[in-house]
């Protein structure tokens, strides 16, 4: 009885566990790009010190659907150019994780970089993302912002 007791208890301890940004990212994400998030050329881009002005220029939007969809299409980060494709997690991680591990990226290895007043990402925000499928070609899209008006395509 004490032990079932124990097992219940534990059991609805769990989904309280808040998920840990830093462990998600070294089990899922540190293979391609790297503890710290420093990248490595001809793999992965570098992700540190890059996504303040990345989410300056793209929106918040753009980042949960990276880690949604995934993404392919070239890209250059600090001068090197990729060609990979970035494989899309919801199907494996739930919104809280995606948020956990975005914030992770972002107030670990951007800090000081980040838009003034930017609040950290809600489990909301990933699932608002997980409700439109988009190709992972779509979402390289969204990483070069807004067309701007007059640019003449
Ligand atoms: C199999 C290797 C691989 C894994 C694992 C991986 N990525 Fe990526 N990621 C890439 C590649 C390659 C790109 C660039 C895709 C392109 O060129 O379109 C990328 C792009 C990105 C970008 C966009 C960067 C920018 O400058 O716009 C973000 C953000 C990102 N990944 C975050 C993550 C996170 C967070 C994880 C773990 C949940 C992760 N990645 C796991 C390979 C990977």
Not at 17 to 45: E, I, K, S, Y
Not at 95 to 114: K, P, Q, S
Request: one cysteine or more; a positive charge.
């Amino acid at each position: 009885m004490r032990t079932l007791l124990a097992t219940l208890l534990c059991a609805a301890a769990l989904p309280a566990v808040a998920a840990d940004g830093a462990a998600l990212f070294a089990q899922h994400c540190a293979a391609c790009h790297q503890p710290g998030g420093v990248g490595l050329p001809g793999l992965a881009p570098p992700l540190a010190g890059t996504l303040g002005e990345r989410l300056k220029i793209a929106g918040r939007g753009y980042l949960p659907r990276v880690v949604m969809h995934g993404m392919t299409g070239p890209i250059t980060v600090q001068g090197a150019r990729y060609t990979g494709a970035m494989p899309p997690f919801g199907t494996q991680l739930p919104d809280e994780a995606l948020a956990a591990v975005l914030n992770h990226v972002l107030e670990g290895f951007n800090a000081g970089t980040l838009p003034e007043g930017h609040q950290a990402y809600t489990p909301a925000e990933l699932a608002e993302a997980r409700e439109t499928r988009l190709a992972p070609h779509a979402v390289r899209k969204l990483r070069d912002g807004p067309p701007r008006a007059g640019s003449g395509s």
